[in-house]
């Protein structure tokens, strides 16, 4: 079944620092996968994008790394800010068609000062 | 820059109404998806539109669902008889050209309905 799993559920951490999110995904035909940021209330906003050639990926305080022999991912924040709480959801899009995305239910960081 | 947005931001509606949920997505954007956040679950893909028709749909997008593009930059769904657990965030997507590329999809904020 094509299925993406997060870990952990939730997470509080103090302002500053550092904090590593989990994803394990059984989604077939592979095609990416993508970290969102989803604010409460708002819809959700692309981080990264990998494809299955690539292992990790940057944008800003965000990395993102890919292991597709095993079927994992992890997006590390760095030096975290109160803005970055917010849900952060795994999505893998399935096959080469039009690009349909598999969400995972999200881990819910919370930043505190 | 450029967003996709959604009107209207909250909808109430009787069950066994009809509603329409709409969006203008990014002009330049040629791919367009409608996705639903039941509150508490995880999103869920209904369908994605390209060149004027449905190119993929999911298991929860069955004949009460509809979309369409009626006006070239509006895109729409359509739900006919609206029932309790129609209710949900209801998102709308787009992405640039480049079928089968890595592109993003870039999300409108929403349109809440609620079916009483």
């Known amino acids: 079944k094509n299925q993406v799993e997060q870990s952990p559920q939730s997470l509080i951490i103090l302002e500053g620092k550092n904090c590593t999110l989990q994803?394990?995904?059984?989604?077939?035909?592979?095609?990416?996968l993508r970290w969102y940021k989803q604010d409460t209330g708002r819809g959700p906003v692309s981080l990264t994008i990998?494809?299955?050639?690539?292992n990790t990926k940057s944008n800003g305080r965000y990395t993102a790394t890919l292991d597709a022999d095993t079927k994992q991912s992890s997006l590390h924040i760095t030096a975290s800010q109160l803005s970055d709480s917010a849900s952060y959801i795994c999505?893998?899009?399935?096959?080469?068609?039009?690009?349909?995305?598999?969400f995972g239910t999200g881990t819910r960081l919370l930043v505190s000062p | 820059e450029p967003e996709v947005t959604q009107t209207p931001s909250h909808q109430v509606t009787q069950m066994g109404q009809e509603v329409i949920l709409r969006c203008v997505p990014i002009?330049?954007?040629?791919?367009f998806y409608w996705y639903r956040q039941i509150l508490g679950q995880k999103v869920e893909f209904l369908v994605s539109?390209?060149?004027?028709?449905?190119?993929?749909k999911s298991e929860i997008f069955d004949d009460q669902f509809s979309v369409e593009r009626p006006d070239g930059s509006n895109f729409t769904l359509k739900i006919r008889s609206t029932k309790l657990e129609d209710s949900a965030m209801y998102f709308c997507?787009?992405?640039?050209?480049?079928?089968?590329?890595?592109?993003?999809?870039?999300f409108g904020d929403g349109t809440r309905l609620s079916i009483l």
């Open positions: 990998m494809t299955f050639s690539e």
């Open positions: 539109f390209y060149n004027n028709e449905i190119s993929e």
């Open positions: 002009s330049n954007h040629l791919y």
């Open positions: 994803c394990n995904y059984t989604v077939s035909p592979f095609s990416n």
């Open positions: 997507a787009s992405s640039e050209p480049g079928q089968g590329a890595a592109q993003p999809q870039h």
């Open positions: 999505v893998v899009t399935k096959g080469t068609g039009f690009q349909k995305l598999v």
